[in-house]
């Protein structure tokens, strides 16, 4: 069995090559390494660079919270520096629930339009340079969608998305994917969401750091822990682990693995 986590936040790691060991022992062969400012994808950059096993694909971008006109600027020539050496875009999109975006908070509409800027001028990049998006839509399904289909992307992730069915129908007619996360063993949202996504279009991932629930306990994730979105997803679906591993690997080498990588 082997295992892609699709979604990690190494740079938060004060002991990469300890985690790193960790995913191995728990089959992980391959992560995808995401940033959410300038500063955090190089850092994703040099981890891939430092690291053969498991390989570290890297993937730069600007997370929606941490838009400024200056780190778009930085983003957007960080990507145009190192597109060949990517494997995707991410973590990029849009947030309505941050909270300069609450009710009442003075300059609202100006940082939502930031925001949406930030995210076309990424997705215009992942067109052009044949990357997929990994997209961040939490509060802002709707628009999300609309402007990855805007932009005429043939494929995108809506990562651990939670959203509207209604979006959802829209996201898989485009031929969008989802993703499980360990969340997937007792969210009803992304349980919800995971039971009507075919399983071809679901890949797996951790968002680690980001904890996972366990009863009242909350356990910080790291790349082993993508074990845990394995065996959730496979409970829901009713399918045995091994074949779930074997499709959702499938599909995440489609997505993130160049020829020659
Ligand atoms: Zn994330």
Not at 45 to 61: F, S, T
Not at 214 to 229: H, K, L, M, Q
Request: proline content about 6%; charged content about 30%.
């Amino acid at each position: 069995m082997k295992l892609i986590d699709c979604h990690a936040h190494l740079d938060e790691f004060d002991e990469v090559g300890t985690v790193l060991k960790r995913a191995v022992e728990a089959r992980v062969t391959e992560i995808l390494g995401v940033g959410v400012n300038t500063a955090t994808s190089r850092r994703i950059l040099e981890i891939a660079r430092g690291y053969r096993n498991p390989r570290i694909m890297p993937a730069v971008g600007l997370y929606p919270d941490e838009v400024t006109e200056e780190e778009i600027g930085s983003i957007l020539s960080l990507i145009d520096e190192e597109h060949r050496n990517l494997a995707a875009l991410g973590e990029i999109g849009l947030d309505y629930w941050i909270k300069p975006l609450r009710k009442k908070q003075p300059g609202r509409e100006n940082v939502k339009a930031l925001q949406q800027e930030a995210f076309r001028l990424q997705l215009k990049k992942a067109r052009r340079y044949s990357l997929v998006p990994i997209v961040h839509s939490r509060g802002a399904w709707a628009d999300s969608f609309r402007l990855v289909e805007e932009e005429g992307l043939e494929r995108a992730v809506f990562h651990w998305y939670t959203g509207p069915l209604e979006v959802l129908k829209k996201i898989l007619a485009a031929g969008y994917y989802v993703s499980a996360t360990p969340a997937a063993a007792y969210s009803p949202q992304l349980r919800e969401v995971l039971s009507r996504a075919p399983l071809e279009r679901i890949i797996l991932e951790t968002d680690c750091p980001v904890p996972r629930r366990v009863g009242d306990e909350r356990i910080g994730t790291e790349p082993a822990d993508v074990r845990y979105s394995l065996k959730a997803l496979a409970a829901l679906k009713e399918i045995p682990e091994e074949e779930v591993a074997r499709i959702t690997t499938m599909t995440a080498g489609e997505l993130f693995i160049k020829p020659g990588f």
